[in-house]
């Protein structure tokens, strides 16, 4: 699945005067661990710069604004560890 993860990121600039803004984090997730527990966590990666980021998104965290389903795709496992070694494109489900 991909997914867009919107956070609240508090910056302070060169007064000190602090500014909250929202930042996008888009990518596939990788696994999903917790149910919907409070601690409840979401690994989620892309790549950047040709380079592979990846996050951990505690579900329940005040900051995470909203999260957006882009796309889905079929798969067989629950753990998506693989794909950060894998080349080829997923099937694509329709939503």
Known sequence: MTI???QKIKDVN???EEKERIQIFEGMVLKHKGGSGATATVTV???SSGVGVEK???LHLPAIT???KIK???VR???LYYLR???KKLKEKTL
Do not use: L
């Open 4 to 6: 867009r993860v919107h």
């Open 14 to 16: 060169a007064k000190g």
């Open 45 to 47: 990666r892309k790549i």
């Open 56 to 58: 951990i998104f505690p």
């Open 66 to 68: 909203k999260v957006e």
């Open 72 to 74: 889905q795709a079929s």
């Open 77 to 79: 496992r629950s753990k």
């Open 85 to 87: 070694t894998f080349k």
